[in-house]
């Protein structure tokens, strides 16, 4: 058995470890973000069915202050309805960025861990050929001359 | 042989014409005769002339009585030791084959010799004739006697020297032996030396090669093991790098991320506040401001995303040449530290091969140096029995004896007086651990 079998063993075996972690991260990257989609759209949902049922209430609102009516249509009322529109608007903004920021970080999260994977591996690999020949020169049979 | 001054001149002579010419000017003859009444006639200094002169010429020849003398008792001395007259004495001449003297005849084998002439007949004569004594019965039995009594002296000389030759020739057969003896054991003692020298130089050898070898063998075996190693690691440098470079990852979170521009949501009071004549201006104007706040979040998001990507591609790429960097510093070290591997294992294993050399060098050393002083004590033995038992100018100081066995000396040595004996065994006894001990 050669030095380089003798060494190859224990590398290999750390090898095989990090890869096994690497798979173990990615699936629970794609559960989060199988997750985070779900909660998402959800979410979303949520708060477009919370500002759609609040409209008639708002409107009713308008309508007993006498801002509203079959033939009254103040600027009161149009303010007010813009400012409830974009405040859904801006709530499924924010809800979206949160979902594309929760999904990106899981691809970047699985980015960062492959190409910790890699790297791990290409540092193994370094020192591995280093231990190789650091204990191929070390000659110690050979050390009494 | 002699050179006399005759007449002006020098004349070689031989000893009977010398001895003629003495006779002639000094010694009175049996055939000289004085006048009678001639004595009487002569003046007192003529007396007294005469009576010096006779003393003289007596005194002559004494010393011509002396000398002949010495001359036959040389002559007959060196005739026994030399029978046929070659100048080779008799003990060392293999070429003396004359027949042996007969019984009663010359002593010296002189065959040629009269009859009637016997040496002692012949040495009265000449001392009568050499001393100018009458020739009477008297003068020849004092003659008769003093020539008995140089033979018996001569006889006594001889068997003294005799004597004298044996007892240096048994002296010199027991130094010999004694001599033999020690040079035997010294051989011994020198092949056991070397024996023992060449077993532990053996042994070193044993002890030492199979390390040298199996040294030699691991370090080979960890240069070997050097490069396998190295391989492997510039392979699996290699491997890793192409494996990072492979299995790096584009940045690709950021691109075509999915951005939701959400739609705004239609207004349900519209109709209604149209019905009743209201404006619905700021409906619209609110509904648009929130379209175009969507949109700017989702343009912000899309922008931050692609910054995001390419500050990941950078990263990618930083990572990228990263590793690449790491492969490549690491095959460089690899480069570099091979050589000083190797050299380091070169060094450590010559280090212990010089340490293992030294070793054996040291071991050796020490065999040698026992080796060195087992032989110096043989040379300081062969010494000893040099000067305990001189042996003659031709036997050779140090005899080589590489063919001796190791043979103990034991028991009686024959020919040796006690105190030699006592003193052969102690000095056998006195060789260094290599030697068989002789028993007391």
């Given amino acids: 058995m050669s030095m380089m079998d003798a060494v190859s063993g224990n590398y290999g075996l750390s090898e095989a470890g990090a890869i096994l972690r690497r798979r173990n991260r990615s699936i629970a990257n794609q559960q989060a973000a199988t997750l985070g989609q779900k909660r998402g759209s959800r979410k979303m949902s949520d708060i477009t069915k919370q500002y759609v049922e609040g409209f008639a209430p708002k409107m009713a609102s308008y309508g007993r202050r006498g801002l509203a009516g079959p033939n009254v249509k103040s600027g009161i009322q149009r303010k007010g309805l813009e400012q409830y529109a974009t405040n859904l608007q801006s709530s499924l903004g924010a809800e979206t960025s949160n979902l594309q920021d929760q999904l990106n970080q899981i691809s970047v999260d699985e980015t960062n861990s492959e190409s910790e994977l890699q790297q791990y591996i290409n540092d193994l690999a370094l020192a591995k050929n280093q231990r190789i020949i650091d204990t191929a020169t070390q000659l110690r049979q050979l050390q009494g001359y | ?440």
Avoid: C
């Fill in chain 2, 1 to 440: 042989m002699a050179i006399q001054y005759v007449n002006g001149r020098l004349v070689r002579m031989t000893d009977e014409e010398v001895q003629a010419a003495i006779d002639a000017a000094t010694g009175p003859t049996a055939d000289t005769k004085i006048p009678k009444g001639t004595r009487d006639t002569l003046t007192p200094e003529q007396s007294k002339s005469r009576a010096a002169f006779e003393a003289n010429a007596k005194k002559e020849g004494e010393a011509r009585q002396l000398a002949e003398k010495n001359r036959l008792k040389e002559q007959t001395a060196w005739a026994k030791k030399d029978a046929d007259n070659d100048g080779i004495p008799n003990g060392i001449d293999k070429t003396n084959d004359s027949p042996p003297p007969p019984a009663g005849g010359s002593q010296n084998g002189n065959t040629n010799m009269a009859k009637n002439s016997t040496p002692v007949k012949d040495y009265i004569n000449q001392q009568l004739r050499a001393a100018g004594l009458p020739d009477t019965p008297a003068n020849r039995a004092m003659l008769r006697k003093e020539y008995m009594e140089i033979q018996a002296d001569e006889k006594a000389e001889t068997i003294k020297a005799d004597a004298a030759t044996a007892k240096i020739d048994k002296e010199t057969t027991d130094n010999k032996a004694a001599f033999d003896a020690i040079m035997k054991s010294i051989g011994g003692y020198e092949t056991r030396a070397g024996t023992a020298k060449t077993d532990a130089m053996k042994r070193l050898a044993d002890l030492y090669d199979p390390q040298t070898v199996a040294l030699g063998t691991q370090k080979q075996d960890q240069l070997n093991f050097l490069q396998k190693v190295l391989g492997q690691a510039g392979t699996d440098i290699n491997a890793s790098e192409q494996n990072f470079l492979s299995r790096l990852i584009n940045p690709s979170a950021y691109t075509d991320v999915p951005l939701i521009d959400m739609p705004q949501q239609q207004n349900a009071l519209m109709a209604a506040l149209q019905s009743q004549g209201a404006d619905t201006g700021k409906v619209a104007e609110q509904s648009a401001s929130d379209a175009s706040m969507n949109t700017f979040m989702k343009q912000l998001l899309s922008r931050s995303n692609t910054q995001y990507g390419n500050a990941q591609t950078n990263y990618v790429d930083a990572l990228r040449n990263s590793g690449m960097g790491a492969a490549k510093s690491g095959r460089d070290y690899l480069a570099l530290e091979q050589p000083r591997l190797a050299s380091g294992i070169n060094s450590k294993f010559a280090d212990a091969l010089a340490s293992l050399n030294t070793n054996r060098v040291s071991s050796e050393g020490d065999i040698m140096e026992t080796f060195r002083k087992a032989m110096d004590d043989a040379a300081s033995k062969k010494v000893d029995a040099e000067t305990d038992y001189p042996q003659p100018v031709a036997t050779p100081a140090t005899p080589s004896m590489p063919t001796y066995d190791d043979t103990p000396v034991a028991g009686e040595v024959d020919g040796l007086t006690p105190e030699e004996r006592k003193r052969l065994k102690k000095a056998l006894a006195n060789f260094g651990g290599f030697g068989s001990r002789v028993d007391f």
